[in-house]
């Protein structure tokens, strides 16, 4: 019963697509050559400039191509179960070798420009969503370059010494114990992911810090969330029917506790004795990254990370306008996506 009411409705979309492409000019996207990968693109040109119901119609095509094929824009990836990817963690160019080995090397550089002044840096390299949620993958292998991508980060980055622990296993728990890591319709981690890793670094990183401080994170609801893969997939009013639907995420709050040494602030404002620079990953406060860093290192935390810049041009700026001779952090946690490492679009990200 359920699969012939999603044929019926497949039908309709369809329906509705075929009526929209007679009143579209489309034969003017066969006037040039026909080559692979011309077509489509021209027949998207018309559709989009002719049809007079253009929202509609591009819901109900989009929704069409979703519910039948698991077809998206591009940018994005429909796999098992309506768990969404970004391309980005596919993306393999001539490149690739280069571009990892140039991002290595800024790291290391930063690295010892830290150490220098006395300052610690753990990298915490975030895997991939296609990783670590293969299972969901229409196609698993993402081929060698891709593949070996992770490990070969941590090896050179572990060889040069920088502190760079593997989030895989705390990631991929989260899986046993019937949780998940990353959202299904958006390109980040779940809350839950943010606060496995947070917990994970603060047990494998040494080091005091220089003014401890209690915090607490608490649970405080849940709420709709409509994931940043969704777009790639604009079904529109059709959505109910054919998907992606939203998804629900658990809310938290981070709150200081008792300060250890609260007595110094009547002397003086005390310097932050950590800094997280990153990413959306860590700017975004929906995931709370930085509220579950406050309770795991027992520590405040200056948050540098920018959405929309990618991990390397907010870490540029912080070093710019931070002045380490004298107000120095005791430690800078730097997140990383793993696909920024060999990301074409970087450099437009740092622009």
Not at 77 to 90: D, I, M, S
Not at 323 to 333: E, Q
Request: with cysteine; proline share 7%; charged share 20%.
């Amino acid at each position: 019963m359920e699969k012939a009411s999603g044929l019926a409705i497949m039908v309709t979309i369809g329906c509705i697509g075929t009526v929209t492409s007679a009143v579209t000019p489309w034969r003017a996207a066969f006037d040039g050559p026909v080559t692979d990968g011309v077509i489509q693109p021209a027949l998207e040109a018309a559709f989009d400039e002719a049809v007079v119901i253009r929202d509609g119609a591009i819901h109900a095509w989009s929704a069409f191509l979703f519910g039948v094929f698991g077809q998206m824009s591009d940018g994005a990836l429909a796999g098992e179960g309506e768990w969404l990817f970004t391309t980005e963690e596919f993306e393999t160019h001539p490149d690739f070798d280069a571009q990892f080995n140039a991002q290595i090397a800024r790291i290391l550089d930063v690295e010892t420009a830290l150490r220098a002044q006395e300052v610690a840096l753990v990298v915490a390299l975030i895997p991939d969503k296609a990783r670590i949620m293969s299972a969901y993958l229409p196609h698993p292998d993402r081929g060698p370059a891709i593949g070996g991508r992770y490990d070969a980060a941590l090896g050179a980055l572990q060889g040069g010494g920088v502190v760079a622990p593997d989030l895989r296993p705390a990631l991929s728990a989260l899986l046993e114990e019937g949780d998940t890591p990353f959202l299904r319709t958006d390109t980040h981690w779940t809350p839950e992911g943010a606060r496995a890793a947070a917990y994970h670094l603060a047990f494998l990183v040494d080091g005091p810090i220089s003014a401890p401080s209690e915090f607490v994170t608490l649970a405080t609801g849940t709420e709709p969330h409509t994931g940043d893969l969704m777009r790639f997939a604009n079904t529109g009013p059709f959505a109910p029917l054919v998907g992606p639907h939203p998804e629900d995420i658990t809310t938290y709050s981070t709150v200081s506790g008792a300060v250890a040494g609260d007595f110094q602030s009547l002397f003086g404002e005390q310097q932050i004795p950590v800094v997280l620079v990153g990413s959306s990953y860590s700017a975004n406060p929906a995931w709370n990254f930085e509220g579950f860093l406050k309770t795991s290192f027992s520590a405040d935390i200056l948050n540098v990370a920018q959405e929309g810049r990618g991990p390397f041009a907010p870490m540029e700026r912080w070093l710019q306008d931070a002045d380490l001779t004298t107000s120095a952090p005791d430690l800078v946690i730097w997140e990383i996506p793993e696909r920024y490492l060999t990301l074409s679009t970087l450099k437009r990200l740092e622009e």
